[in-house]
């Protein structure tokens, strides 16, 4: 369970043990009743401590843990700046490196869409595209506790398999073929 969760849950067994303290107070009860309804809310108040010193700490732990891939998003953020994101071919191979759309997506697009279109819907996927690239490379440095370089260093692979892939190149041609409509 995360922070929140946990903390929930120590609320819930706190205003349980609140509940049953008042009805112990406010029925007619025998004395044994009264005193085991006693002893469940001092149960549950010693969970609900428990709990909230467990929340405490998984609070602690989800701070660092986003404290550590902010500071990797910036160094991957560094990494990508330096990755060639200029002509149709590199902005294509990007998207598809990242994982967030198809090639069938991107096929479907150049047979249905105008060239100016296609601008948009290249420049936006492109956006996406490296954002999900931060993203994904920095959870996984902290996650997987590898240096950024060494995850940014497998990406740049990816990429340039993807560059290289016989498909990328017919789909960079089709794609180029149609954006020159446009110049």
Do not use: F
Not at 27 to 37: H, M, T, V
Not at 48 to 62: G, L, Y
């Amino acid at each position: 369970m995360n922070a929140n969760e946990l903390k929930n849950q120590a609320a819930q067994a706190k205003r349980t043990s609140t509940a049953i303290s008042s009805l112990s107070k406010r029925l007619a009860l025998s004395e044994a009743d009264r005193q085991a309804l006693k002893k469940a809310a001092t149960i549950l108040t010693t969970a609900s401590n428990q709990v909230k010193s467990e929340a405490k700490s998984a609070k602690r732990t989800e701070d660092a843990r986003n404290k550590s891939i902010a500071a990797a998003t910036v160094e991957v953020k560094k990494i990508i700046a330096t990755w060639p994101i200029d002509t149709i071919a590199d902005k294509l191979t990007i998207i598809l490196a990242s994982g967030s759309y198809s090639g069938q997506l991107l096929q479907i697009y150049v047979d249905e869409k105008d060239a100016a279109e296609l601008s948009w819907y290249l420049n936006t996927m492109v956006t996406n595209a490296v954002n999900a690239i931060i993203d994904e490379a920095a959870y996984r440095a902290i996650v997987d506790r590898k240096p950024v370089a060494n995850v940014m260093e497998h990406a740049r692979q990816q990429y340039d398999k993807k560059k290289a892939d016989v498909k990328v190149l017919n789909l960079v041609k089709q794609w180029d073929t149609k954006m020159q409509i446009m110049v």
